[in-house]
Nanobody, 118 residues
Framework: QVELAESGGGLVQAGGSLRLSCAFL????????MAWFRQAPGKEREWVAV???????NYPDSVKGRFTVSRDNLKNTVYLQMNSLKVEDAAVYYC????????????WGQGTQVTVSS
């Protein structure tokens, strides 16, 4: 069984930075693909970053160059460093996990709120 717990959200001014953390509670963290998603009120959930078990990363154009995902396999934690935040980045941010065998992300955290003021 896997549990995910995000932290690090909060209020930041546009142009500022935040670092989100996602603690992975379970076994074999290093075997999991980890991703970050976000959902703003009235909008669909949006993928914002992924890091594979091998450490490869990918981002959509909307955050590329501003967000950086990383993982610490000793701490069973994945991070999302968010720089140059924009008002439109405000959302609830979720981390998710799946193994390479899973077609969908099977495990989700409860989310952490990010608010960006202008």
């Amino acid at each position: 069984q896997v549990e995910l717990a995000e932290s690090g959200g909060g209020l930041v001014q546009a142009g500022g930075s935040l670092r989100l953390s996602c603690a992975f509670l379970g076994r074999d963290f290093s075997n999991y693909v980890m991703a970050w998603f976000r959902q703003a009120p009235g909008k669909e959930r949006e993928w914002v970053a992924v890091i594979t078990a091998g450490g490869s990363t990918n981002y959509p154009d909307s955050v590329k160059g501003r967000f950086t995902v990383s993982r610490d396999n000793l701490k069973n934690t994945v991070y999302l460093q968010m720089n140059s935040l924009k008002v439109e980045d405000a959302a609830v941010y979720y981390c998710a996990a799946k193994t390479i065998r899973m077609s969908e992300y099977e495990y989700w955290g409860q989310g952490t709120q990010v608010t960006v003021s202008s």
